[in-house]
């Protein structure tokens, strides 16, 4: 019930926003909603599993989001 009130919430106020399943070696791992304003690119939600932490992924992920 919590990640459907997130995501109301998250598709009422950022219509724009793009929701993301995040995968690694074909498994999902987490989550992300990120929407990009002509200023700035805003996260709204990331999250990973805990089993794929301290890995170099969250930084190589932030850098892909940022270079879009």
Same mark, same amino acid.
């Given at each position: 019930?919590?990640?459907? !009130?997130?995501?109301?919430?998250?598709?009422?106020?950022?219509? $724009? !926003?793009?929701?993301?399943? %995040? $995968? /690694?070696?074909?498994?999902?791992?987490?989550? /992300?909603?990120?929407?990009?304003?002509?200023?700035? %690119?805003? %996260?709204?939600?990331?999250? /990973?599993? !805990?089993?794929?932490?301290?890995?170099?992924?969250?930084? !190589? /992920?932030?850098?892909?989001?940022?270079?879009?």
């Amino acid at each position: 019930m919590q990640f459907m !009130a997130q995501d109301k919430y998250y598709r009422d106020n950022y219509p $724009t !926003a793009f929701f993301f399943i %995040i $995968t /690694l070696e074909g498994s999902d791992c987490g989550r /992300l909603y990120v929407d990009y304003w002509p200023a700035e %690119i805003r %996260i709204m939600d990331i999250g /990973l599993l !805990a089993g794929v932490r301290n890995r170099g992924f969250w930084s !190589a /992920l932030l850098k892909r989001i940022m270079s879009d």
